[in-house]
Antibody, heavy 118, light 106 residues
Framework: EVQLVESGGGLVQPGRSLRLSCAAS????????MHWVRQAPGKGLEWVSG????????GYADSVKGRFTISRDNAKNSLYLQMSSLRVEDTALYYC???????????WGQGTLVTVFS | EIVMTQSPATLSVSPGERATLSCRAS??????LAWYQQKPGQAPRLLIY???TRATDIPATFSGSGSGTEFTLTISSLQSEDFAVYYC????????FGQGTKLEIK
């Protein structure tokens, strides 16, 4: 069974940094691209960042480009999101998601909450 | 960036009836289109990929159609558990989501 468990969320002030982690199990991690998707309270889904299986291709939403860095450690079956220069508008539940073979997002974690408050 | 637009924002339908949700892409995404269901307090769940292929364990009451820029998700004979928020998402490039359609009980 595929499991994705996010961690690292919390309360942080604007301008500070936070690192999210996603521990993956139940599948061959280095076979799949991975993504971070966020959802602000009461709002819709926003794709944040994605990374291919070998880190050869990385993408970011314009809203986080230059501030967030995605990475993965295939030896540890883990995905990361380094978030810096955090803003109030970055407040959201951050989901880790695994690519489906089609390219859709086939499996999702339960999310980790990031709250940026001034 | 490919912008996805869903309509309507809210759809009120009675149990047992059919619901039709729409999604439009700002440029062609071919059939690289997925639909997700999200219930309160839960992560999204993949329903449809490739515009029309049901994901594992998704009942046949859910069907998707369309290609290019216009897509539809149809839920026939609505059950109580089907009332939720639905999102479309393109994946021909890095993903982008529609703003969601809330399907509520009439």
């Amino acid at each position: 069974e595929v499991q994705l468990v996010e961690s690292g969320g919390g309360l942080v002030q604007p301008g500070r940094s936070l690192r999210l982690s996603c521990a993956a199990s139940g599948f061959t991690f280095d076979d799949y691209a991975m993504h971070w998707v966020r959802q602000a309270p009461g709002k819709g889904l926003e794709w944040v960042s994605g990374i291919t299986w070998n880190s050869g291709s990385i993408g970011y939403a314009d809203s986080v480009k230059g501030r967030f860095t995605i990475s993965r450690d295939n030896a540890k079956n883990s995905l990361y999101l380094q978030m810096s220069s955090l803003r109030v508008e970055d407040t959201a539940l951050y989901y880790c998601a695994k690519d489906h073979p089609s390219g859709a997002l086939g499996n999702w974690g339960q999310g980790t909450l990031v709250t940026v408050f001034s | 960036e490919i912008v996805m637009t869903q309509s309507p924002a809210t759809l009120s339908v009675s149990p047992g009836e059919r619901a039709t949700l729409s999604c439009r892409a700002s440029q062609s995404v071919s059939n690289n289109l997925a639909w997700y269901q999200q219930k309160p307090g839960q992560a999204p769940r993949l329903l449809i990929y490739g515009a029309s292929t049901r994901a594992t364990d998704i009942p046949a009451t859910f069907s998707g159609s369309g290609s290019g820029t216009e897509f539809t998700l149809t839920i026939s004979s609505l059950q109580s558990e089907d009332f939720a928020v639905y999102y479309c998402q393109q994946y021909i490039k890095w993903p982008s989501f529609g703003q969601g359609t809330k399907l509520e009980i009439k």
